[in-house]
């Protein structure tokens, strides 16, 4: 099945770095294994968009995630799968970590995402026994939740994790008035002067 030119997909202002997300060419050395190389042949430059994409400096960790991206997102009844690994770094590079532990999370968010969308597969449009729908369901929902707080330790982590918010219920009783903001009286400017 070919597959349309991802350029022609995506507007430039889409993505302000590149017309496309970094993607890898995988030659297969056994059913579990395969050596990543670049898909139009430019190794350096295709490197360096890989340690872009995932937030680091350090080749190893380069090689490390595409390692463990071959082994977690894999398409349902398949070995690796180069358009699993793909995508996956396309949610990646997304995300745009911008260190390693980012990268990190954004690689379990990433493998959490396909492996419920894997389970979800599994539905064949409602047509399944009651017992198999459940634990179907169950095992979405969990990793629904899973992803939810990975997002949310994502956004902890790159933004701060406190968070304040103040709510206040003021009631108003029937013939009153409401008003919020900052109210400016004679005798409030008086106290001020």
Not at 8 to 35: G, M
Request: hydrophobic residues 45%; glycine residues 8%.
């Amino acid at each position: 099945m070919s597959q349309p030119d991802d350029r022609a997909l995506v507007a430039p202002s889409d993505r302000a770095e590149s017309a496309t997300p970094v993607r890898v060419k995988l030659k297969r050395i056994n059913p579990d294994l395969a050596q990543a190389n670049p898909p139009d042949g430019d190794g350096r430059a295709w490197w360096a968009r890989l340690k872009a994409a995932l937030g680091t400096t350090s080749s190893d960790f380069v090689n490390a995630s595409l390692l463990q991206l071959q082994g977690a997102a894999r398409l349902p009844c398949s070995g690796i799968s180069a358009v699993a690994v793909n995508a996956a770094l396309a949610f990646i590079e997304g995300a745009k970590p911008r260190n390693e532990m980012e990268a990190g999370l954004a690689m379990q968010m990433a493998c959490t995402h396909a492996a419920n969308m894997i389970i979800l597969g599994r539905l064949q449009g409602g047509v399944v026994g009651d017992r198999r729908l459940i634990a179907i369901v169950n095992a979405s929902a969990r990793l629904s939740q899973a992803f939810a707080s990975q997002a949310e330790a994502y956004r902890r982590l790159r933004y701060g994790g406190s968070q304040f918010v103040r709510v206040e219920h003021v009631h108003v009783n029937e013939g009153a008035q409401a008003v919020i903001g900052t109210i400016n009286t004679p005798e409030a400017d008086s106290v001020l002067k």
